[in-house]
């Protein structure tokens, strides 16, 4: 029998079995609401024609689709521009050593382009998202600068995550790599990573080499004057010489984007003993930069400055780990050394389950550096109050005191004193961490067995 007309029997016996249950039940649809009903009757004879057409007309075959890659999560909603990444070189002549230097440093900047995946090479690798070489926007330009220093035998990689974080709040973020040497003749160069690569040292022979520096800068403070000031300070204010001429030279990407009257400086361990020498701590002062309004430390130790960070006159925000002791200086100076020497306005964070590499981007676990912002608890509130200190101090931003005047769930212990006698304090103190000096014990046996 031809297939045309078995279909079109199959099709009216159907028919007329979906009308046959209608009759019968006319006589309840009718004391129902009509519309019900007719809803009723209208849902079979559309089904009827979807099957008949099924049935006889042939089925479409849509074509194969191209599957599109994962595009990266969306940005925080507190982010206001996409993270901007540039590495530049810059020719240094160190008056110390009379040689020539390359400085390599890292710019995050704001953009309105849109990121792609990113690894830096940092003591390990951390995956993020940024626009390399992209313009700089200029919808709120111009921008403040903010100069990071990295702790011993570090990079300018080593806080990826918080400079990523500010350019996407609206900073201009630099972090060079200062040139560590290593013990005992401290001539060669040695460090966990560089921001162009080029290690040559592993892990555990870099810790051996911190392990040294930290007990010749404990044993003799002449030491540690000698080796910041021939490794770092004058290096940093020479990198903000070069970002200022960006500045003012209409060749350059950063043209008029940048607020010269806004500049502030963060540093991680020695990175925060650059950051307090630079901003009126040094005994002389002569290396003081007057440019820097603000400054922002993760695991400073207070040796060997202690007498003198009450000379220090912009604003001060420490933060330290609850498992993370002074590297430098005696072990009876406490963790909380800076800001009780420090003059207000002064703020104390004390973060939970934090050690010393907390600060840096291994405080971020397996987690990409751009997701880990919002959702590692140690990482986000190192910075949201980081950047909100800057917010209040650099972009006279009002809205930073909500993030400023209450406590978080991932901050053990919080004490501030914006005014002279006026204290602020949350939640109590914890006793002195127990893996090991800042922690470093800690880092040392994860890096041995990897």
């Known amino acids: 029998m031809n297939k045309k007309i078995v279909i079109f029997i199959s099709l009216f016996i159907i028919s007329l079995l979906l009308l046959s249950g209608y009759a019968l039940s006319k006589e309840s649809l009718s004391n129902s609401n009509s519309s019900v009903a007719g809803a009723k009757v209208s849902w079979n004879f559309n089904f009827l024609r979807r099957l008949k057409e099924r049935m006889i007309s042939p089925r479409k075959i849509s074509p194969p689709q191209k599957i599109q890659p994962e595009k990266p999560v969306a940005q925080s909603e507190s ?16 008056s110390i050593t009379n040689q020539s230097e390359i400085i390599t440093a890292a710019v995050w900047y704001p953009t309105d382009t849109e990121p792609q995946s990113f690894i830096y090479h940092d003591a390990e690798d951390y995956q993020s998202i940024v626009a390399l070489n992209a313009p700089v926007s200029q919808r709120a330009a111009p921008y403040p600068l903010i100069i990071f220093s990295h702790g011993a035998y570090g990079s300018g990689y080593n806080a990826a995550y918080f400079m990523e974080y500010l350019a996407k709040q609206g900073y201009v973020a630099v972090a060079q790599d200062y040139i560590d040497a290593k013990p005992p003749e401290y001539e060669e160069e040695i460090a966990f990573s560089r921001i162009k690569g080029g290690k040559n040292f592993s892990n555990l022979q870099v810790l051996r080499a911190g392990k040294e520096f930290v007990e010749d800068a404990n044993a003799s403070t002449e030491f540690m004057l000698a080796y910041v000031e021939k490794h770092r300070l004058n290096h940093t204010s020479f990198v903000i010489d070069q970002i200022i001429a960006f500045n003012r030279d209409s060749a350059s990407d950063f043209y008029q984007v940048i607020d010269e009257q806004a500049i502030g400086m963060m540093g991680h361990s020695l990175g925060g003993l650059t950051t307090l020498a630079k901003t009126g701590a040094y005994p002389t002062q002569k290396y003081t930069d007057e440019r820097i309004k603000t400054a922002l430390l993760f695991s400073a130790p207070a040796y060997p400055f202690l007498d003198t960070i009450n000379q220090i006159d912009i604003p001060i925000m420490m933060m330290v780990g609850d498992n993370d002791e002074p590297n430098y200086g005696p072990k ?119």
């Not at 020497?341 to 971020?364: E, Q």
């Not at 006793?431 to 046996?445: F, N, V």
């Open 79 to 94: 982010a206001v521009f996409n993270a901007g990444l540039k590495i530049v070189d810059f020719n240094f002549y160190n």
């Open 332 to 450: 009876d100076v406490p963790r909380r050394a800076v800001y009780d020497s420090a003059v207000p306005p002064k703020y104390l964070l004390i973060i939970k389950d934090a050690t010393h590499f907390t600060f840096g981007n291994s405080g971020s676990g397996k987690t990409p550096l751009y997701r880990a912002v919002e959702t590692v608890p140690q990482t986000s509130a190192i910075t949201r109050y980081g950047a909100a200190f800057f917010n209040k101090y650099l972009k006279n931003d009002l809205s930073a005191d909500k993030q400023l005047n209450k406590t978080d769930s991932a901050v053990a212990y919080y004490v501030k004193e914006e005014k002279l006698g006026e204290v602020s304090e949350w939640g109590k103190e914890p006793a002195p961490g127990k893996g090991g000096p800042g922690g470093i014990l800690k880092e040392i046996i994860k890096r041995r067995f990897k």
